[in-house]
């Protein structure tokens, strides 16, 4: 038999599971008050759910997540079975010839950008259930989006900090 790489703690479906959970919580809360505001500067706030509203919104976002999270490991495996790509990149970081600062530059943008996205279809997608009064058009939503990139940068950078004071991913060189 063939001995397999080792794999990542990120092979997990609960790592996935939690991981997702955790930035798809924080995205959709920023990206609420993201909506709100590119609302009110757009389209006279034509969105402004109360706190109810908007927690009975995250009780149907919450199962969505956990869809991505499984969709999103599925999709990895195939793409990167082995996670030999991963280990490579991981490697790369910490030989200093990827970024070592942010914690997946791209993937901030993009996960910020869509996850306010995602939370204006699932305001939508809710608001007959909630009652709320929700009117948003494509151009609030890419307002808001692009808004909140800058707290997908925010954070990127900031668990990129946590790692380089911690020391995560250091440790003794495999040969």
Known sequence: MNA???????ESVWTWILITLLWGTVFFFTSTWMLGKASAWLDASGF???RAETMQVYLFYAPVLIVIALVAKAV???LDPGSLKQLERQKAVKEGKRERYFVSFAGGIASSFLFAVL????HLAV???TGAVIRLNAATVAVAGAMNIAAGLGASLFVGMIFLVSGVGRGAKRS
């Open 119 to 122: 939370t204006a279809v699932a």
């Open 48 to 50: 402004r759910p109360d």
């Open 4 to 10: 397999s790489p080792k794999k990542s703690p990120s």
């Open 127 to 129: 608001a007959p259930v």
């Open 76 to 78: 990895k495996n195939r």
